[in-house]
């Protein structure tokens, strides 16, 4: 794994080049659990095409003591990435804040207005500390689905949730005023997440947020032709309009979480070949569309070796160092894709600029599936 990586990390000092992009092309990831150094986890991040990092810090493991916000072992090492002086990826992180805290909520939702409270002291801790590094916050990771809790209540109602929010971007703006605020990581594909972000809109969320976060995962859908990348990128043209429809404005729309786990023990598993294809075309088809702000693929490296468990199954490096295609085609390609260099044909192929220009494209020669 080692020598994998120390070979990924001189590709990157050889290409070293800082560009800002208004889309992001980002990556999941889950720093704690990770061997090597932040410095060599950004080397790793940069040298994949990414130009940001999404990573947690949950409430639950940072005021472990009522009143006393401390970084656990678990989380020094995020944190000194985070306050690292290489801004080309630190400068445009994405970092989510939620879960329960034992000392206030049980670990369940907060619900009651002091919890509430204690939460958005915490986020207000956040946002002091990362000022000027962290560029997104995102409020709570995936509500509806329980997501990082250990106890599995019932759902509060949305008005907890827009309390929730209102109180924490407050406390987010006062401490960093420059701040991108998202909210919301529902699956537009979900009926229920559509709705209950449709309740939220009608209830003015969009008061308190710049951007509608969401994880349009489709790899288990009953309904194959959703798995399809134009499919799926038509669905989100589709829920973006509504969007708009009903808040009467445009609405900015953020992937920060999506991807393919490669294991065909799984249910909706491909094979590192096929994930790379569709993870070049999705991200693509992302960057064509002006409401779409970023992707934040999930996520940088396996999470263990079981090809039984879709979990491990994600990374776009295997748990031993080695990196799969989705790795390799973004390192080579991310940049054009910003650029508007590569597009999709009306076949889902993947076509590129001439380099004699002249509006003229050729297909751009890749795997087979």
């Not at 704690?32 to 990573?55: M, Q």
């Not at 909706?268 to 702000?293: C, D, H, N, W």
Request: net charge positive.
């Amino acid at each position: 794994m080692r020598a994998v990586y120390n070979f990924l990390i001189f590709v990157c000092f050889i290409l070293n080049v800082n560009y800002t992009y208004a889309f992001e092309i980002g990556i999941n990831a889950h720093v704690s659990r990770y061997e090597d150094t932040p410095e060599n986890i950004l080397a790793l991040v940069k040298t994949g095409g990414f130009t940001s990092i999404r990573a947690g810090i949950p409430w639950d493991a940072l005021e472990k003591n009522k009143g006393n916000m401390e970084f656990g072992k678990n989380y020094i090492k995020l944190d000194k990435l985070l306050l690292s002086s290489d801004s080309s990826i630190v400068n445009n992180s994405l970092l989510f804040l939620g879960y329960g805290n034992k000392n206030y909520t049980g670990g369940s939702y907060p619900q009651s207005k002091e919890q509430i409270a204690a939460f958005a002291n915490y986020t207000r801790w956040i946002a002091n500390r990362y000022k000027g590094k962290v560029k997104y916050y995102e409020i709570w990771n995936e509500w509806l689905v329980g997501t990082g809790l250990p106890k599995k209540t019932t759902v509060p109602d949305a008005d907890v949730f827009i309390e929730l929010v209102k109180e924490s971007s407050k406390a987010i703006r006062q401490e960093d005023p420059n701040a991108i605020i998202l909210t919301g990581s529902i699956n537009p594909l979900s009926p229920r997440d559509v709705s209950w972000m449709f309740s939220l809109i009608d209830m003015g969320v969009l008061n308190y947020v710049d951007g509608v976060s969401i994880h349009p995962y489709s790899y288990k859908s009953k309904k194959i032709n959703e798995r399809n990348v134009l499919t799926n990128i038509k669905l989100m043209d589709q829920f973006e309009n509504k969007l708009a429809q009903r808040s009467g404005k445009s609405v900015d729309l953020y992937i920060t979480e999506m991807g393919f786990p490669t294991s065909k023990y799984v249910q909706g598993g491909v094979s590192e070949t096929q994930a790379g294809l569709s993870v070049l075309r999705y991200t693509i088809a992302a960057r064509s569309r002006p409401y779409i702000k970023g992707i934040w693929w999930y996520d940088l490296i396996d999470d263990g070796t079981n090809k039984l468990n879709n979990e491990h199954n994600f990374g776009f490096i295997q748990f031993d160092g080695t990196p799969k295609y989705s790795f390799n085609l973004l390192s080579e390609y991310s940049k054009k894709i910003n650029d508007k260099k590569l597009f999709l044909d009306e076949n889902d192929g993947i076509i590129q600029e001439s380099e004699s220009g002249g509006n003229q494209f050729k297909p751009l020669s890749l795997k087979k599936e």
